[in-house]
């Protein structure tokens, strides 16, 4: 079976490669040029080039080579997801008053508020940019590319405005459907969904390989959110970090928090809505959370629905294999891919 855990560590180099070399510049030589690199482009090309392990970048090579394209047609929209990331990071950082990212201070702590959201509107800039200027991207293809790229923007801003604004507005009605919709839309598009359909846009694919791919993804993101709440809760702790159990301590409304809220009794329900409500950080309260939590059949129902997110993701791999839209091998990697969205430990 052909791994995805390879396929990363292999197509990682090109990636940093070419992320490298998109920073930007200037737009002018004079003297005010040495301010616009310390109060904008050094600090994101420094956190860009910080970045995690890469998979969205890489998926979107994925996609390339699923559709009988080679990996360099789609290393610029690779590189524009990767922006997109680092956007959406510093923004989030900025929402969520977060201390820590990548090991390091957050951006808006070491550059102030300001700057730091004016570097994160420059990446969201940089994402059509790069796109729009690479040569090796033909140019009848940009378009369909670039609306996709657009297209991936807004599905994440929307899932951004739920989860964001069911917290302000302290929300605790949301259903499991609501939580799969706000997930679906910030999180499985940009993460999987998008990078595969944006790939296989780069390479020329058919409508039919396309929508496929982006269906794969879907399920596939899903899945990848749904074990990212689920190692925050019951992970290892160690591993975790300062981050372990913290989606308690910010109130989010994770599926496994949903779900339970809608099956716990009334005693209990009250009991974790103010356990969440309270911004607590003693393990003992966050223990008892995730007891609750439990209780109500939170945690039991994650690990429930991302197999199942996972199970379609793979039926729809094969499907485009039976259907000749892609080969045995690459269907193998998209369903090693699906399977180490929901085996990883971090």
């Known amino acids: 079976m052909s791994s995805f855990v390879d396929y990363l560590r292999a197509r990682l180099p090109l990636v940093n490669e070419r992320l490298a070399a998109a920073s930007a510049r200037p737009l002018t030589n004079k003297g ?52 997109f990331q680092s956007a959406a990071l510093i923004h989030d950082d900025i929402a969520d008053a977060s201390e820590l990212r990548r090991g390091e201070p957050c951006l808006y702590k070491t550059q102030g508020m300001g700057v730091a959201t004016n570097m994160g509107d ?38 951004q405005a739920l989860d964001l604004g069911w917290a302000r507005d302290e929300r605790w009605d949301v259903t499991t459907d609501d939580y799969v919709y706000m997930v679906t839309s910030k999180t499985a598009w940009y993460s999987a969904a998008s990078p595969l359909l944006i790939g296989a846009a780069a390479a020329g694919a058919g409508d039919a390989l396309r929508e496929g791919l982006r269906r794969v993804g879907l399920h596939a993101g899903i899945a990848f959110q749904l074990q990212d709440d689920l190692l925050n809760l019951v992970g ?46 003693e393990a003992a309260t966050l223990a008892r959370a995730v007891e609750l939590i439990e209780l109500g059949g939170g945690i039991e129902c994650c690990r429930d629905l ?30 090693s891919m699906a399977q180490f969205f929901v085996n990883r430990a971090s």
């Open 236 to 281: 290892d702790a160690e591993a975790q970090g300062k981050d372990f159990r913290s989606d308690i301590t910010e109130g989010k409304r994770t599926l496994a928090v949903v779900h339970a809220l809608e099956n716990l009794g009334a005693a209990e329900r009250d009991e974790l809505v103010g356990i969440l409500g309270s911004q607590a950080t």
């Open 32 to 83: 005010v040029a040495v301010d616009l690199e310390r109060y904008l482009y050094e600090p994101l090309a420094h956190f860009t080039a910080e970045g995690g392990k890469r998979v969205r970048p890489v998926l979107c090579l994925m996609g390339a080579e699923a559709a009988g394209g080679n990996a360099e047609v789609a290393l610029a929209p690779a590189v524009a997801i990767e922006l």
């Open 122 to 159: 420059l990446a969201l800039v940089q994402v059509i940019d790069v796109a729009l200027q690479d040569a090796a991207l033909p140019e009848e293809r940009k378009p369909e590319v670039l609306r996709r790229l657009v297209e991936m923007e807004l599905h994440t801003l929307e899932g």
């Open 306 to 335: 991302a197999a199942s997110e996972v199970a379609q993701a793979e039926g729809l791999a094969h499907g485009l294999e039976q259907d000749g839209l892609i080969s045995a091998d690459a269907c193998e990697l998209l369903c």
